[in-house]
């Protein structure tokens, strides 16, 4: 009923940018928090950055200054702009998105945790 897909990966040289999309779509009557958080091979998912409906920010120390988390509410999407990338940045590039969706089987509400696909992020020395 939900769908949440990221775009805008690539390869880049170190220092440079991109910027990364993820647009949910379905039955959904609110998106709460959304988030970018990012695996590399042999570690754990991490949080990157996330952003809370009314656009309150929060990033993680090894990005400040670097990465801006932005939304857009009538479009259901989030955004992450990447600058001075480093070869440390390399990563699947994951969205979350904490959404209420609407059951119209049962014409309830429910709240869950939807998760894109990934989308890879290569940064070259």
């Known amino acids: 009923q939900v769908q949440v897909v990221e775009s805008g990966g690539g390869l880049v040289q170190s220092g440079g940018s991109l910027r990364l999309s993820c647009a949910a779509s379905g039955s959904i009557a609110t998106i709460y928090t959304m988030g970018w958080y990012r695996q590399s091979p042999g570690k754990q998912r991490e949080l990157v950055a996330s952003?809370?409906?009314?656009?309150?920010?929060n990033y993680a120390g090894f990005v400040k200054g670097r990465f801006t988390i932005s939304r857009d509410n009538a479009k259901n999407t989030v955004y992450l702009q990447m600058n001075a990338l480093k070869p440390e940045d390399t990563a699947a590039y994951y969205c979350?998105?904490?959404?209420?969706?609407?059951?119209?089987?049962?014409?309830?509400?429910?709240?869950?945790?939807?998760w894109g696909q990934g989308t890879q992020v290569t940064v070259s020395s």
């Open positions: 952003i809370t409906e009314g656009g309150r920010t």
């Open positions: 979350n998105a904490d959404i209420m969706i609407i059951d119209h089987a049962t014409t309830k509400v429910r709240r869950s945790d939807y």
